[in-house]
């Protein structure tokens, strides 16, 4: 193996199949145009002023938990979410659908930073997974929820080490797979081995979690509103909160902020969180013979153990989903739909899925999309409240949202009571990260950073004096 060449360069396809397979694919989210109309209803903004026990501001998970919980807890608490857009229409209609045990991004994060906690940690991430498989039944709902695991392939020799400490662990469910094995799985001519956690991960309908939640908390007595963005928020000397929209007010007597990647209302949070940009491809639907071809029966989500790394998984209309490896940072901190159109990272992408499956030359991709994620610097969300408890928060989920924001809706709902609970004793939830610094060193640490992982990931893993450093401070982590 050349020492700075990976397996996507030294086996790249060539660029007549990267060119074939995205032509006439569309920029478009696969996810959102696969819900059925019924499950896209048009609400209207709001355009009075509305009185209230609970306001939300975010209509994606963390919002739509929030809402759901809030009522399931008091069935005649009243709640209202605004929401700048539509349902479910950033992030949350928009990543892979792996949800995930972990409310820590991984053991190791979790360890490094809470030692004395993870015990309690993992009981409570398995828990809180345990009562999102339990959501359908519950509430009446269809996210496609699939508990298949995750498969952590290795891809280069170096890998092989950290499957082995990873197995080490001992952890319920882990099996470690040789390459004949992992090969058996899911057949890539990539794969040196891996790691199967086999009860740890599920896979949803990243657009049917957030449309069908916020149809549960409807029939349930939520009020919706889309297209209504939050401007401000103010607490009178008088008591409780008020979220001011465009055209409209909400007065409640407490406020929930579920704004993630977007501008925090408090100014406290600016600095907390910032925008990194993903990108992702949907294949048409595989043929028998195609799916034969690289087997992947048991449909595991998967993860590659480079530090810029690809996730990809098989949907129930028998596509794949590959998405991963660029995750980009631009100066400013800014949201912005123009950053979503990259060809060089949708090509980079279509080159690896077949570097991965070469079997499956000839392949189209359909959709092609990309989204933000809110990003903290320690890699997994963060919690408090605000203008003397009226007011909680949760931000910063770093690409495990989709299943630590029920989590954090519960943390959310416990904190406003203002009484001590499990949840709210954590030191994860009562110590808020290292803000990112502003402008123009969050951009050059971001991009140093990222250059330097890209640069480990050639060099046979090995980390230099910047990761090194960054390990040394507790803010070390990959893509």
């Known amino acids: 193996m ?3 060449s990976t397996v996507f360069e030294r ?27 019924e499950l896209r209803p048009d609400r209207p903004p709001l355009r009075r002023t509305v009185t209230t026990d609970l306001v939300i501001v975010g209509a994606g998970y963390t919002g739509l938990w929030t809402a759901l919980l809030a009522v399931t807890r008091d069935p005649g608490r009243r709640v209202v979410v605004v929401e700048a857009n539509r349902v479910g229409w950033a992030a949350s209609g928009r990543n892979g659908g792996f949800c995930e045990a972990s ?14 906690e993870m015990p309690t940690l993992e009981r409570l991430g398995r828990a809180n997974l345990d009562a ?32 082995a400490e990873w197995a080490a662990e001992g952890d319920r469910g882990i099996v470690l797979l040789d390459e004949a094995a ?34 549960a908390c409807e029939e349930r007595g939520v009020e919706i509103v889309e297209r209504s963005r939050a401007t401000g928020i103010e607490t009178p000397a008088s008591g409780g909160v008020t979220v001011v929209t465009e055209h409209g007010r909400v007065e409640a007597d407490h406020a929930v902020l579920a704004t993630n990647v977007f501008p925090s209302l408090l100014g406290r949070n600016r600095l907390m969180t910032v925008p990194v940009y993903d990108y992702v491809l949907m294949t048409e639907p595989l043929t028998a013979e195609q799916w034969a ?6 449909r595991q989500g998967i993860g590659d153990l480079a530090n810029q790394f690809h996730y990809y998984r098989p949907t129930r209309d028998g596509r794949i989903l590959f998405g991963g490896y660029d995750a980009v940072y631009h100066y400013g901190r800014r949201v912005d739909p123009a950053y979503e159109d990259r060809p060089a990272s949708w090509r980079r992408l279509a080159s690896h899925f077949f570097t991965t499956f070469p079997q499956l030359e000839g392949l189209r991709f359909t959709h092609r999309w990309a989204g933000a994620i809110d990003t903290s610097t320690q890699f997994t969300a963060f919690f408090g409240t ?23 809706a519960d943390v959310m709902l416990d904190l406003l009571t203002g009484e001590q609970t499990e949840r709210t004793e954590l030191e994860m939830v009562r110590r808020r990260p290292l803000p990112f610094p502003p402008e123009p060193l969050a951009a050059v640490g971001i991009q140093a950073t990222r250059w330097s992982l890209d640069r480990a990931d050639h060099r046979g893993g090995r980390r230099n004096a910047l990761l090194k450093t960054l390990d040394a401070l507790g803010l070390g982590f990959d893509s």
């Open 386 to 408: 605000a203008r003397r408890g009226r007011v909680a928060y949760a931000a910063g989920f770093t690409g495990l949202g989709v299943g630590s924001t029920r989590f954090a």
């Open 11 to 37: 086996h790249a396809p060539a660029a007549a199949v990267v060119d074939q397979s995205l032509d006439g694919s569309r920029h478009a989210v696969f996810w959102t145009e696969d819900l059925p109309a």
């Open 2 to 4: 050349s020492g700075h």
């Open 293 to 298: 071809a690289i087997g992947w029966e048991n």
């Open 103 to 116: 409310l820590t991004h991984g053991a190791e994060n979790g360890t490094a930073r809470w030692p004395d």
């Open 182 to 215: 992992v090969r058996r799985e899911v057949d890539s001519p990539t794969y040196l081995g891996g790691v199967w956690e086999k009860d740890s991960s599920a896979l949803v309908h990243p657009a049917r979690l957030a449309a069908e939640l916020a149809r």
């Open 132 to 163: 999102i498989g339990a959501a359908e039944a519950e509430y009446g709902i269809d996210v496609q929820f699939e508990r298949t695991g995750q498969l952590a392939p290795a891809v280069e020799p170096h890998q092989l080490a950290w499957l």
